[in-house]
């Protein structure tokens, strides 16, 4: 994700002086990288598993536990909002976008990160076959659940903000070997939960399957997708 966060970084540049929240901040890469330009730098994620290791990256920084969809803030409290990869995974995403743009503050900017088209992401089919493995309950929000064009742009639009930007970045995930693979993907929230429902030697006989179909003619395990962010003003 390193590449998505540096692009949605520079297109919200200055940050200089700045407060930022990042909702869903998972282990905090993205903050990090925003104290580094000089924000003040917020997080809150519902892993505290995944704080632990942002606490380490920024000791100082205040980092909570906390749902997307309830953002334990005040009104207008950061000048720059943004969520990489999570807003999706929200029950009620269009109330999600309003949380991030209730938070913003007046002419200060709002950054969602996401998965782009899923007919040019070779990993959706590892989450299409996980979920013929383990078929979650309807309704169940899914990692590419926003990823059709106007998707965020719209629930941008429909809580009050201005769409003023935004990108595809690609995302490449390569393994040197089928075991670092599952060591990668096992370790992700979503994959923990299948294999709760139909054990690990199942999931890692699913992920082993799709990797093969995509193995590269230079021999290298990879799947090419590809990220988009939007940006937008309040």
Excluded at 73 to 78: I, L, P, R, T, W
Excluded at 122 to 129: S, V
């Amino acid at each position: 994700m390193r590449g998505v966060y540096e692009a949605t970084l520079d297109a919200l540049e200055p940050l200089a002086g700045l407060s930022h929240l990042d909702a869903g901040c998972g282990a905090g890469l993205a903050l990090q990288m925003s104290a580094a330009r000089g924000a003040t730098v917020t997080g809150l994620d519902a892993s505290d598993g995944l704080l632990a290791f942002a606490r380490i990256r920024l000791p100082d920084a205040d980092l909570l536990v906390g749902e997307i969809e309830e953002l334990p803030f005040a009104d207008e409290s950061f000048d720059v909002v943004t969520a990489f990869n999570s807003i999706q995974y929200a029950v009620d995403p269009a109330h999600a976008v309003a949380e991030l743009a209730r938070v913003c503050r007046s002419r200060g900017r709002v950054a969602i990160g996401a998965w782009g088209d899923p007919a040019r992401c070779e990993t959706e089919a590892l989450f299409a076959r996980l979920r013929s493995l383990a078929p979650p309950p309807p309704g169940t929000p899914t990692p590419l659940a926003i990823s059709d064009a106007g998707v965020i742009e719209d629930l941008l639009t429909d809580a009050g903000l201005r769409v003023d930007g935004g990108a595809e970045v690609p995302l490449t995930l390569e393994f040197a070997d089928m075991d670092q693979a599952w060591t990668r993907h096992s370790a992700a929230g979503p994959l923990q939960k299948v294999i709760e429902v139909a054990g690990r030697d199942a999931v890692r006989s699913v992920l082993a399957e799709v990797l093969e179909t995509d193995r590269k003619p230079d021999g290298a395990l990879r799947q090419d997708n590809v990220m988009r962010y939007v940006t937008a003003n309040k």
